[in-house]
T-cell receptor, first 110, second 114 residues
Framework: GEDVEQSLFLSVREGDSSVINCTYTDSSSTYLYWYKQEPGAGLQLLTY?????DMKQDQRLTVLLNKKDKHLSLRIADTQTGDSAIYFC??????????FGSGTRLQVQP | DTEVTQTPKHLVMGMTNKKSLKCEQHMGHRAMYWYKQKAKKPPELMFVYSYEKLSINESVPSRFSPECPNSSLLNLHLHALQPEDSALYLC?????????????FGAGTRLSVL
């Protein structure tokens, strides 16, 4: 089955850019997603990318996809303290299920 | 509106209790999901309903019993749970169309089993 991996922790200073990385194993995944989870809350969809695209930009968020290397990244420009959260990447398994990475905890220092 | 509403927000139950978790969406989505999330872990899929029929059961113990009374509602009936079942239970829904499976999540029910 699909396996999705992420680094566990990232610390940045307010105003810097954050880059969260993710790798996946199933090359047939058609869509890849980024979700944000704040403490005690559910998952908030941030953005997604179709597998035939290599970049998608949405305001402060930029998603890069390297399909050959099965590598996905999320860049947050001008990171704010409100961006502190856990970020999950997820891959579509093709059976209406998503496989989530382990989550990257982003800590933004003032 | 991309809202999925879950009730209750918190639930404490004993191992002999019977309780239910509820989930509601009014986005016209035809797929609904239950996930279980332990602390510091990603969500794990439990069940998927598509067009009100159970399509995926990820080998979940029978003490968890899902129900989809109509396309807007999803319940999870709980009976004889164990302390290790304490977790955040998340409901999600999606349009389930054209290969795009954008799932919208509720805020979850935090369950404690004593």
């Amino acid at each position: 089955g699909e396996d999705v991996e992420q680094s566990l922790f990232l610390s940045v200073r307010e105003g810097d850019s954050s880059v969260i990385n993710c790798t996946y194993t199933d090359s047939s995944s058609t869509y890849l997603y980024w979700y944000k989870q704040e403490p005690g809350a559910g998952l908030q969809l941030l953005t997604y990318i179709f597998s035939n695209m290599d970049m998608k930009q949405d305001q402060r968020l930029t998603v890069l996809l390297n399909k050959k290397d099965k590598h996905l990244s999320l860049r947050i420009a001008d990171t704010q303290t409100g961006d502190s959260a856990i970020y999950f990447c997820a891959a579509d398994t093709g059976r209406r299920a998503l496989t989530f990475g382990s989550g990257t905890r982003l800590q933004v220092q003032p | 509106d991309t809202e999925v509403t879950q009730t209750p927000k918190h639930l404490v139950m004993g191992m002999t209790n019977k309780k239910s978790l509820k989930c509601e969406q009014h986005m016209g989505h035809r797929a609904m999901y239950w996930y279980k999330q332990k602390a510091k872990k990603p969500p794990e899929l439990m069940f998927v309903y598509s067009y009100e029929k159970l399509s995926i059961n990820e080998s979940v113990p029978s003490r968890f019993s899902p129900e989809c009374p109509n396309s807007s509602l999803l319940n999870l009936h709980l009976h004889a749970l164990q302390p290790e079942d304490s977790a955040l239970y998340l409901c999600a829904s999606s349009q389930d169309r054209g290969g795009k499976n954008i799932q919208y999540f509720g805020a979850g029910t935090r369950l404690s089993v004593l």
